[in-house]
């Protein structure tokens, strides 16, 4: 079974901040959380990824509860080409990678 | 780079033929993986790969056998095609190296579409 669990989709107004939450209570030391974006007929495509801290990259950013128990991906600003399926997945070496159903991201223009 | 590269891109088969799913990577990676996905669903593990000449059941295994013989290819076989196989295939790889930079970040190829009729 997936170790995250997320809402199964979210709505969000074009040009407004969107944040899609991610639970991973049975987290481990050594997972990283990885966040993936599915695109209409595309294959899943690496979105950002973090042990502690927070991250940011020129995507996304990535916010980590300090018990690393949840998490949260956030798009600073909604486009209609983020609309896409979101998964969160925990990432730990030599080990099979289970992903859930993920978060279907509607954006509304 | 090519990345991740999978043939066919689509393909109809009959009940009761087999076939090959072809994978291949470019980039040394140790780790590779095969998922389907049912049409609206999530990715289901079918098989994976920590090395040549290891692989490992995922969540939904029957009906499938993988080898891995060299670090780039990773067939996925399918003996005796069934309606329940039609689904789309993903192959993806990964490093093996757990650290803040890489991450382990999984590069996946663009899909195989398969029908069984």
């Known amino acids: 079974d997936a170790k995250t669990t997320q809402p199964n989709s979210m709505e969000s107004n074009e040009e407004e901040p969107v944040h899609l939450p991610c639970n991973h209570s049975?987290?481990?030391?050594?997972?990283?959380i990885h966040w993936y974006r599915q695109l209409p007929s595309q294959g899943p495509e690496y979105v950002i990824h973090?042990?502690?801290s927070n991250v940011n990259n020129r995507m996304a950013s990535l916010a980590i509860a300090e018990d690393r128990k949840s998490s949260t991906l956030i798009l600073h600003r909604a486009t209609l080409r983020d609309a896409a399926v979101y998964y969160c997945?925990?990432?730990?070496?030599?080990?099979?990678?289970?992903f859930g159903p993920g978060t279907s991201l509607s954006v509304i223009p | 780079n090519a990345g991740v590269t999978q043939t066919p891109k689509f393909r109809i088969l009959k009940i009761g033929q087999s076939m090959t799913l072809q994978c291949t990577q470019d980039?040394?990676?140790?780790?590779m993986y095969w998922y389907r996905q049912d049409p609206g669903m999530g990715l289901k593990l079918i098989y994976y790969?920590?090395?040549?000449?290891?692989?490992d059941k995922g969540e939904v295994p029957n009906g499938y056998n993988v080898s891995r013989s060299t670090t780039e290819d990773f067939p996925l076989r399918l003996e005796l095609a069934a309606p329940s196989q039609t689904s789309v295939y993903f192959c993806?790889?990964?490093?093996?190296?757990?650290?803040?930079?890489?991450?382990?970040?999984?590069?996946f190829g663009e899909g195989s579409w398969l029908t069984v009729v």
């Open positions: 993806a790889s990964s490093w093996d190296r757990v650290d803040s930079y890489s991450g382990n970040t999984i590069y």
């Open positions: 049975t987290i481990s030391g050594t997972d990283y």
């Open positions: 973090g042990l502690t």
């Open positions: 997945i925990l990432k730990t070496s030599y080990d099979k990678v289970i």
């Open positions: 980039m040394n990676h140790n780790y």
């Open positions: 790969s920590v090395g040549a000449g290891i692989t």
